[in-house]
């Protein structure tokens, strides 16, 4: 049952209408703000934009799409991440979520998307809760599932964003995380935490839950951090294109990965 401060569900349009409207940012279903600072504080709840598979009903499965440092929910619209769903009639919502730096930074990203995204949809009926995240985006969607895996049902990271470069490149000179002992003095506690759950999934031995997929540009900023997790991936959850950290590549991993059905 949806809660009775939820927003009201709108009436559904039709595909083109709903393209002219992604094209200009007008399916704004929860207020957002009209600029992006390099710095802005948090909210008391997080702004997003919802869009529904069907109107007047929510589908069985969540995609909560979480953006880059400095993107909106708006660069998901502009840039067809929308579109490239309902064109494909998948019978699935969208959250798209303003989870910008200052989450981050006050280390209230987890946190967040526990009490504000993850447990309420949960409670409104969604059976399968997926986390997409790109660059920055992509290391929150890591350490949510790293706190509360058995909450998702599974993540895609695209070109993630996963700290300091420290760490990954002694994990790259150890051979890889399988090979890493764990260990770096001096290294930042909570990227050494992830990185640490990164290595006991790639040591475990069967299929890992929640099911974790990668994707990146092979000329990303990122490559190195990104091929240290999908060395340890069954190959088929590993997506990658040419390209830099940008959206056009971004885009292309995103069309691939819903043209697998991995949820």
Same mark, same amino acid.
């Given at each position: 049952?949806?809660?009775?401060?939820?927003?009201?569900?709108?009436?559904?349009?039709?595909?083109?209408?709903?393209?002219?409207?992604?094209?200009?940012?007008?399916?704004?279903?929860? +207020?957002?703000?009209?600029?992006?600072?390099?710095?802005?504080?948090?909210?008391?709840?997080?702004?997003?934009?919802?869009?529904?598979?069907?109107?007047?009903?929510?589908?069985?499965?969540?995609?909560?799409?979480? +953006?880059?440092?400095?993107?909106?929910?708006?660069?998901?619209?502009?840039?067809?991440?929308?579109?490239?769903?309902?064109?494909?009639?998948?019978?699935?919502?969208?959250?798209?979520?303003?989870?910008?730096?200052?989450?981050?930074?006050?280390?209230?990203?987890?946190?967040?998307?526990?009490?504000?995204?993850? @447990?309420?949809?949960?409670?409104?009926?969604?059976?399968?809760?997926?986390?997409?995240?790109?660059?920055?985006?992509?290391?929150?969607?890591?350490?949510?599932?790293?706190?509360?895996?058995?909450?998702?049902?599974?993540?895609?990271?695209?070109?993630?964003?996963?700290?300091?470069?420290?760490?990954?490149?002694?994990?790259?000179?150890?051979?890889?995380?399988?090979?890493?002992?764990?260990?770096?003095?001096?290294?930042?506690?909570?990227?050494?935490?992830?990185?640490?759950?990164?290595?006991?999934?790639?040591?475990?031995?069967?299929?890992? @839950?929640? +099911?974790?997929?990668?994707?990146?540009?092979?000329?990303?900023?990122?490559?190195?951090?990104?091929?240290?997790?999908?060395?340890?991936?069954?190959?088929?959850?590993?997506?990658?294109?040419?390209?830099?950290?940008?959206?056009?590549?971004? @885009?292309?991993?995103?069309?691939?990965?819903?043209?697998?059905?991995?949820?």
């Amino acid at each position: 049952m949806r809660p009775t401060n939820a927003a009201p569900l709108p009436p559904a349009p039709g595909l083109a209408t709903r393209r002219a409207w992604l094209a200009t940012g007008a399916l704004v279903l929860l +207020p957002l703000a009209g600029c992006v600072p390099p710095i802005r504080p948090v909210q008391d709840r997080m702004d997003r934009v919802l869009d529904l598979a069907q109107p007047g009903a929510r589908a069985r499965t969540l995609l909560v799409l979480l +953006p880059g440092a400095y993107d909106t929910p708006q660069d998901f619209i502009r840039e067809g991440f929308v579109v490239a769903v309902r064109e494909r009639q998948l019978p699935v919502d969208l959250l798209l979520l303003d989870a910008h730096t200052g989450y981050y930074t006050s280390q209230q990203i987890v946190d967040r998307l526990l009490n504000e995204v993850v @447990r309420p949809a949960r409670e409104q009926g969604y059976a399968r809760i997926w986390l997409v995240g790109i660059s920055l985006g992509g290391y929150g969607s890591l350490l949510f599932t790293r706190e509360h895996a058995d909450l998702i049902d599974g993540a895609f990271v695209m070109a993630a964003f996963l700290g300091r470069r420290d760490l990954p490149a002694a994990i790259g000179q150890a051979g890889g995380l399988r090979t890493w002992d764990g260990q770096l003095d001096g290294a930042d506690a909570h990227d050494l935490a992830l990185w640490r759950w990164l290595r006991e999934r790639a040591l475990s031995p069967g299929p890992q @839950r929640p +099911p974790l997929w990668i994707g990146y540009g092979d000329d990303d900023r990122f490559v190195a951090s990104n091929r240290l997790i999908a060395a340890t991936l069954p190959p088929a959850q590993v997506l990658v294109t040419d390209g830099g950290h940008a959206w056009a590549p971004w @885009r292309r991993l995103w069309d691939r990965f819903l043209d697998l059905r991995a949820w």
